[in-house]
Structure formats: structure tokens, C-alpha cells
């Protein structure tokens, strides 16, 4: 966790990935940096590098950032190997440069998978997550004025398991962190989110079915429950959703073969 | 798509039929080294058990059709699923690979699939088909006269007297080389390690697994595991040490291995 603040201010050096758009050769590059304020996060120090490189009139590194305080889920780094750096439940934004050693080599590197094709040295399009998104990740309502609370009456402990999928930002560190490029925590996140709610049942067998085969034509890898993603998500989602999707998954498959009308909702 | 369809192209149905194939080869391996561990009792059980499985005749040949599409759709999803894979890496590697928390054996489920592939060909060629090993094959044995009834479950299944291949002495010629044991225990071992994550792996897959019963599930994978091996291990170390010596009315006891080399 990111907690307490250092007064020591360290020297590292930065090896970053630079390529200079989708599809050209691309190769690590050593940036020192001195004298560095512990307390900033490791965006910050890419932004003062930046800032240097653009005095020098050097093309300054391309990273993906937007909030800053771990909700929106753009900033994606590969850090020494593990997304977002060494600490547990945070994203890259929150990763602060007290987590490092005085001296140390970090190695910054893009979300890589074939789905996520690298845009610009440490921005890779992640609009795979959109299109899986779109094929199931919604309920079909009405919209309007807010609806009166606890119209719908909603158990506690489903609500609470709802709220933990529901956490999930996005960010696509379970697809970089997987070694099959697996998106099946994001998947299972937006699945179980809808699916514990009264409001997805509806659409809940159509949902999963749309879901995980839109992931699979895009090419995204199959779930070795490793756990690899749940250890690198940020919002620490529960490897335990990927079982309640393969159950979801597996029974919406047999409900359509078996019932009638079992798959409404969604068109495929 | 169809049932078909979803089990069969996508990634999460290919997992199911990877743990339905899974599981049904882990009740075969259990029921496999129940029957063999008959090696430590009379000669009669293990010879009596033998002669029962073949005079089952039809019924033999559906369970070993049926264990060999089990094998070929275990192997087939994991070839398909690896290719699958190795596309959705893409061509260009990280700089810094690392694990955050994989378990060690989940790692290497490729490797130990492997060899235990290859040891399977060999102990089926040894075993069971008899290209292996040929001299000390069953078939090419005298045969054993069973000394008792044997009965399986309470029925009675071969008669006193009645002629069989002698199996016990195939088994305990095998594991008297030292290449075949030491093989099969590194076979076992390495088979004990891919179901160390397989067994447990099939529940994740079924999506029968949950938080509140994983550490039961967890100390149940741990001790089929130890006990799956060491049963298994326990045949040739016991053979090639000579800890367990032939019964009297077996080829092996009237006639030593070393002995049997040395014969023209």
C-alpha cells in the first residue's frame, strides 16, 4: 500500500521503452534522475524527465495518464515487471518513488499483448476493453430521472460481491500481468458486477455468452488460474469471479442449447 | 453459437473440456494404482485382477476407448489453447518477465505434460502391447495357476486352478532394472506435480471453486498428491530394493532376473 512519506530524496535511473508509433522497432533507453523527490509518483518523474527532454528539444516519452488518484484506470506501466510497480493495489499514479531503492535501474515498459497494440513508446490501445464492453457489458433500462432508492430491493452481501466486480477500472494490468494475455478478471469483473444485480438478470446468460466470445475473437488468451491478474489488479478483484464467469459461462452455454428463449436480451 | 460451438472454440469451454478430460484420467490413474498396489498382497489378487479386466471383454475395450478420447481431447485443448496463447503474447516480449505469485507448479504444466506423455507411450509399450521388454512381456511368460478363488467386490471372478498371465512377475521383472524404476518414479513424481495444479485447477474450471471451502480443496490436492505418489513410488522401491521378495509358484521366484539374462 502507498503509505507514509520519505524526506530523502533519491537518484535512479529510468529504462524506458521508446518507439516511435504502432508497428516500428522500438528499444530501452536509460534516462538518469537525480536528486528525485520520493514523495512524487513515478508519473510525476516522467513528467519532470519530460520536461527535460523537452528543453534539450528531445521528443519527450508518450505514457497514458488522466485522474491521477487510481479511479480512471488510463496510466498503465509495466514496472520492473509486474503492472503498475511493486506495490499491491494501487495503480501506476499511486506508485511512489520512496518504493524504490536510492540507485536503482527501474525498467518502464508498455501493457504488452497482442490485443493491445502499442500506440507510442508507453501507450498501448486498450480499446479492446471497449469492444468487449459493448457487446454485453450494460443493462438494457429505461433512462431518465434517478429511480427511488431500494425500489429494487437488493440483498447486502450481493450488493457488497456486486460493489467488488463493479471496482474494477479497466485498466488492463490482468491482460499485461497474465502470461496467456488472458482478459478473463476484466470479463469476469464487469459479468459478476451485472449479473449479482436484479436489474442484469435479464440479459445475464446473453451478457456472458457475447462477452467472453467477443474477448476470444479478439484474440485475448485462455485462464491457466494462475492468479497472476488478481495479484497485479489494482483494485485487487478476487480471482474468485473468473470461477462465478466459467459457472455463468458454462451454464448460460447449456441453457441455450437446452431451453427455449433462454438467451434473450443482447442480439449475437 | 451452439453448446458445441462454445465448448469447443471458446477459450472457457475448452478449459471445461480440459478439466472433464482431466478428471476422468485422475479417476483412472486412482483406480490404476488401487489395482496395482495388489503387488504387495498374494499373487493370486494382482493375476486374478488382471485375468477379471480382460475377460470383460467389450466392456474393457469401451473403458480403453474411452480413456483414449479423454487423452486426445486433454491434449488436443492444451495444444489449442497454448497456440491461442502464444498469439495473444504477441511477437514483442517484455524486457523484465517475472511471476507475482503463480504456484511453482502451475509453471510447468507443459513440461510435466510432456514427459508424462512419453512415459505413458513406454509403460503402455512395456505393459501392455509387450514391444518393450518383450522377453518378461505376460504373454510370452508361462502362465500362473491360481492358487485361490479370486473374488472381486464378493463375486467370484477366476477359479482356483485356472491358468493366467502371470502380471506379478511381468511387474516385479520391470522394476528390477533400475532404468525402468527410476523412470517410473520420475514419471510419477513429475505427474504428481501437474496434478498437484490439475486437480485443483478442474474446480477453478467447473466453477465449482469458492473462497470459503479453497483451504479444504487445498489440503485435499495436498494429500491425494503426497498419497498418490508415494503409493505409486512405493512399487519399484519396494521391488528394487529388494524389500519385497517374489511369492513361491511365480516365474520371477523360480527364476531370477539375473538369471534370466544370463539364459541363452
Same mark, same amino acid.
Given at each position: ?5 520519505s ?8 529504462r524506458?521503452?521508446?518507439?516511435a ?45 488522466d485522474c ?8 498503465s ?76 430491493p ?11 466486480a463493479?471496482?474494477?477500472i ?15 478478471l ?28 467477443t ?29 462465478r464467469?466459467?459457472?455463468d ?20 | ?13 475448452r ?15 486412482i ?28 466392456l ?56 508424462v ?42 477359479e482356483?486352478?485356472? %491358468? =493366467? ?8 521383472? +520391470? *522394476? /528390477?532394472?533400475?532404468?525402468? &524404476? #527410476?523412470f517410473?518414479?520420475? %514419471? =510419477? ?8 495444479? +490439475? *486437480? /485443483?485447477?478442474?474446480?477453478? &474450471? #467447473?466453477?465449482?471453486y469458492? %473462497? ?17 505418489? #508415494? ?34
Amino acid at each position: 500500500m502507498a503509505a507514509g512519506v520519505s524526506k530523502n530524496n533519491i537518484s535512479v535511473t529510468l529504462r524506458v521503452w521508446r518507439q516511435a508509433g504502432p508497428g516500428k522497432p522500438g528499444g530501452f533507453v536509460d534516462y538518469p534522475a537525480k536528486n528525485v523527490n520520493s514523495n512524487m509518483s513515478i508519473l510525476e518523474l516522467l513528467d519532470v524527465v519530460n520536461d527535460e527532454l523537452t528543453l534539450k528539444g528531445d521528443e519527450p516519452i508518450a505514457f497514458a495518464h488522466d485522474c491521477r488518484e487510481g479511479i480512471c484506470g488510463t496510466c498503465s506501466l509495466m514496472i520492473d515487471g509486474k503492472p503498475h510497480g511493486p506495490n499491491q493495489g494501487v495503480a501506476s499514479c499511486q506508485t511512489y518513488m520512496r518504493s524504490f531503492e536510492d540507485g536503482a535501474v527501474i525498467v518502464i515498459e508498455p501493457f504488452r499483448a497482442a490485443p493491445f497494440p502499442i500506440v507510442k513508446d508507453l501507450v498501448s490501445d486498450r480499446s479492446a476493453f471497449d469492444r468487449i464492453q459493448q457487446a454485453g457489458g450494460f443493462i438494457t433500462v429505461r433512462t431518465g430521472a434517478a429511480p427511488d432508492a431500494n425500489s429494487i430491493p437488493v440483498p447486502k452481501a450481493d450488493a457488497e460481491l456486486a460493489m467488488d466486480a463493479a471496482a474494477c477500472i479497466g485498466c488492463g494490468a490482468c491482460v499485461a500481468a497474465c502470461k496467456n494475455r488472458s482478459a478473463v478478471l476484466f470479463v469476469a469483473a464487469k459479468v459478476s458486477h451485472l449479473g449479482l444485480m436484479p436489474q442484469g438478470q435479464p440479459e445475464r446468460d446473453s451478457r456472458v455468452l457475447a462477452m467472453v466470445n467477443t474477448a476470444d475473437e479478439l484474440g485475448f488468451g485462455s485462464c491457466t488460474n494462475q492468479g497472476e491478474c488478481s495479484a497485479a489488479c489494482p483494485k485487487m478483484i478476487s480471482h474468485d469471479f473468473i470461477v462465478r464467469l466459467n459457472r455463468d459461462y458454462l451454464a448460460a452455454s447449456f441453457r441455450s442449447a437446452f431451453c427455449a428463449h433462454a438467451a434473450g436480451g443482447h442480439a449475437e | 453459437m451452439s453448446l458445441i460451438g462454445n465448448l469447443f472454440c471458446s477459450t472457457v469451454g475448452r478449459k471445461f473440456l480440459m478439466a472433464v478430460s482431466g478428471l476422468i484420467l485422475v479417476g483412472f490413474v486412482i483406480g490404476h494404482l488401487v489395482g496395482n498396489l495388489q503387488i504387495f498382497s498374494h499373487p493370486d489378487k494382482i493375476n486374478g485382477y488382471a485375468q477379471f479386466l480382460h475377460s470383460l471383454g467389450p466392456l474393457l475395450w469401451v473403458t480403453r476407448i474411452g480413456l483414449l478420447i479423454a487423452a486426445v481431447i486433454h491434449i488436443w485443448a492444451a495444444i489449442a489453447l497454448t497456440r491461442t496463447n502464444a498469439q495473444a503474447r504477441g511477437t514483442q516480449h517484455y524486457g523484465v518477465n517475472r511471476w507475482i505469485r503463480a504456484p511453482f507448479a502451475s509453471r510447468y504444466m507443459r513440461l510435466t505434460g510432456f514427459v508424462v506423455l512419453a512415459f505413458l507411450a513406454y509403460h503402455l509399450a512395456q505393459f501392455t502391447l509387450g514391444y518393450a521388454s518383450s522377453s518378461t512381456f505376460k504373454g510370452h511368460l508361462p502362465e500362473y495357476t491360481m492358487a485361490s478363488d479370486f473374488h472381486i467386490f464378493g463375486f467370484p471372478a477366476v477359479e482356483k486352478g485356472h %491358468a =493366467v498371465d502371470d502380471v506379478y512377475s511381468m511387474v516385479f521383472y +520391470g *522394476f /528390477q532394472n533400475p532404468v525402468i &524404476s #527410476f523412470f517410473y518414479i520420475l %514419471a =510419477v513424481g513429475l505427474l504428481t506435480i501437474h496434478l498437484l495444479h +490439475g *486437480f /485443483q485447477s478442474v474446480f477453478h &474450471s #467447473f466453477g465449482w471453486y469458492s %473462497a470459503s471451502w479453497a483451504p479444504a480443496l487445498r489440503a485435499v490436492t495436498i494429500i491425494f498428491c503426497i498419497g498418490f505418489f #508415494f503409493g505409486n513410488a512405493s512399487m519399484p522401491a519396494a521391488i528394487l530394493s529388494g524389500w519385497l521378495k517374489p511369492a513361491q509358484g511365480t516365474n520371477v521366484a523360480a527364476q531370477p532376473r539375473t538369471a534370466l539374462n544370463q539364459a541363452p
